[in-house]
């Protein structure tokens, strides 16, 4: 085993990245042993240089993050402060100054990951990530290597906790989102300012990666078609058991069925409780692949926190090390089939339906004609009598989303149509 | 990208092997852009070199896989043969001979993995193996890679697909087991001389494997403790149900409490129907792991057939691909911790026990008696009369497996105890 030490340059020392200090200490032998060299945290950059950080050296603290990484003598750079700036300028000076990158970074991973990968390509380093998306789940590397001999044609799942949470407590007590948002809140699962999970920004960010490694394509964030899940309500529910579903945002990126090109996106969406994603309880993420030889894969596990997405980063610093040992390097982008991403409307999917209908006859008839015209077949229709007015709920069969829309567009202009309550997609089966 | 291509050589074109052969050849080109340079099917050793083989150009077919290891162009070696000779010797040539090796070969892993690994880095190559455990699922590259900077302490899971299919057969539709092995075989799930799966030899390999690979030490074959399923019967599960249970074999690796020792074993178990591992159906595998930064995570998918293993051959293909490409290897053995194997009654863990018993007073008090000497304390007791005879369904608490052993002995050395009708050990709460 080599004697001398690789260094461990930290850039950030929050949930994460006080998590990964106190392993590298607290096992060092072990990554060592596994690693074939000891390593050695070097420095770790913070914006609080007096805030009391237990188990480390106070002389490995700084503010100047950014001579950190010129330093020169740094093996792995990692990434844990999160956001654009400035993240990106950091990890790009990292690769200038010899050291290869570890982040969890997924904000900066969906925006600009080209950039990072061009940088990190140029300069002969690794990018690695897999914190990035699903916390402590392997992910990011079953894609990348376990599944490179495979074609991927489908990733569909729960990727964010706070969101799972409050959907999980929703379906479970009957509450409304607000008072599930509130409870997440009070438990910690929710921060102070929830928009990022609950608007679904957090999951694209996660689509965005997953396509891109899945599909062997640049993804983008602004690729990726967003609905939060703020307006599904405990009626959304009740909706969803008659018909022997849950609702979960899904985040889904899928191969077109002529393989031309693909999409991504996320929203919410009712799916069988036969379907394994409709078990994944509390704050938990599971993600489902299916690929065209390996058939039904899924992945599940914590999806966030500190220890957890530790585990994840430290993985990635273990093979980096190796690699430098190596004097090799992992597998870089691969977005060779440069497949487009096609926009919301071509997507393909089943619809669930609640109109509020004025309660006479003909409107059946009426609405069915609107579905017909746009081409949007129809599987069931449920009436339902309530309080004098009328309800009813249509499932479709596969439709594309542009048709959809213009049935919608078009029920709403009915004068029989009172409202449309609620339009939700239906995935899984 | 590099011209020249990477030569491959198959050893076995069966279940396995044929399907490699089909996707190397129809997924030539996302194969090339993945690994960075074509690869190329240099040879096909078989037993019959007569059999047709759709796909395969003749001429690449040989009946002398000693010759074909030894040619000294080649560049990776995929053995799908199976047993433990000739692949063995197979494999060390191969080595010998300047090749890297994939295999799917669990029971030659199982039973020898030093030898090749040894052999392995002698010539400074790389074995890799993926297929081996869990078919297409990724597991052994989490393992070793993903997880590489935690701590795991404990790799639970369904590993062989025919008995699940049996089990999940005898669950919902209260067969018995020869019954249901009966569907299994007729639908092409169990082999017809079962017995590498229904005796736990197969599962038994794969939990060898796992825990080598999770404990960082060498285990092996005969380090596993094994009892197949065979005895399971609809009364069993009548039971299990009464606790809020189901049945499963299950592969177990556990590290002690103490950290100083570790243990395997395969044998069928009561796991709580809330368990992830409770609704995995049909033939399907699933692998659950806990360990310490990471918390609890699951790996869920096909275990067995040709279209999934070859996926996780192909995808250990790209990978030794890689590497070569890169004149690098990747993780070779990690057996460091050295942790002894613990034998079974070390073991620590919960019991269903069921007896037939004198329906007079007085029976309970002697049975308690017999537990509380030997320190197995109950956390629950049930009687029953049935036709005049009485049963008593006891569940401990966690106890060592020897404990239970000498219990159990004791149970039936008693005139009021007639019979023990079943033991079985509860797992996953
Ligand atoms: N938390 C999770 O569960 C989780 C899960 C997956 C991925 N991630 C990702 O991991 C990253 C870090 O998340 P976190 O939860 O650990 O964040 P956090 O708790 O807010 O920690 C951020 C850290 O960065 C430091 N920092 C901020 N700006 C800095 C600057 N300009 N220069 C130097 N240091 C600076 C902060 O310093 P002070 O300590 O002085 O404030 C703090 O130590 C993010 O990209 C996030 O998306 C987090
Ligand atoms: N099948 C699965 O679902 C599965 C899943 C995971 C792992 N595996 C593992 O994969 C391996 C292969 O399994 P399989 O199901 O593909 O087996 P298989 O269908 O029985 O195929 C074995 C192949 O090896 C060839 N062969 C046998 N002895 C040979 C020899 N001495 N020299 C050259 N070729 C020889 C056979 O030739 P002929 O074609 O001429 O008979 C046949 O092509 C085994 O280690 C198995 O444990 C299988």
Known sequence: MRTRPLKVALLGCGVVGSEVARIMTTHADDLAARIGAPIELAGVAVRRPDKVRGGIDPALITTDATALVKRGDIDVVVEVIGGIEPARTLITTAFEHGASVVSANKALLAQDGATLYAAAEQHGQDLYYEAAVAGAIPLIRPL???????????VMGIVNGTTNFILDKMDSTGAG??????EATALGYAEAD???????????????????????TRVRLDDVYREGMTEVTAADFASARQMGCTIKLLAICERAADGGSVTARVHPAMIPLSHPLASVREAYNAVFVEAEAAGRLMFYGPGAGGSP?????????VAVCRNRLNEATGPGESAYTQLPVSPMGDVVTRYH???DVADKPG????????????????????????DGEASLVVVTHRAADAA????VEALRKLDTVRGVASIMRVEGE
Chains 1, 2 share one sequence.
């Open 194 to 216: 929830p928009t990022a999970d609950v608007e679904g920004f957090d999951a694209a960010a996660k689509a965005a990666i997953l396509a891109g490694i899945a599909f062997h």
């Open 144 to 154: 990348r290597e376990s599944l490179a001999g495979d074609k991927i044609n489908r």
């Open 309 to 317: 997405t530790a585990s994840a980063v430290l993985g990635d610093i």
């Open 177 to 182: 989102y607000q008072e599930a948002l509130d």
């Open 353 to 355: 339906i609640s109109l």
């Open 363 to 386: 409107v059946l008839a009426q609405v069915a004609t609107v579905f017909a015209e746009h081409g949007v077949s129809i599987d069931t229709v449920r009436q339902q009598g309530k």
């Open 404 to 407: 959809l829309s213009g049935t």
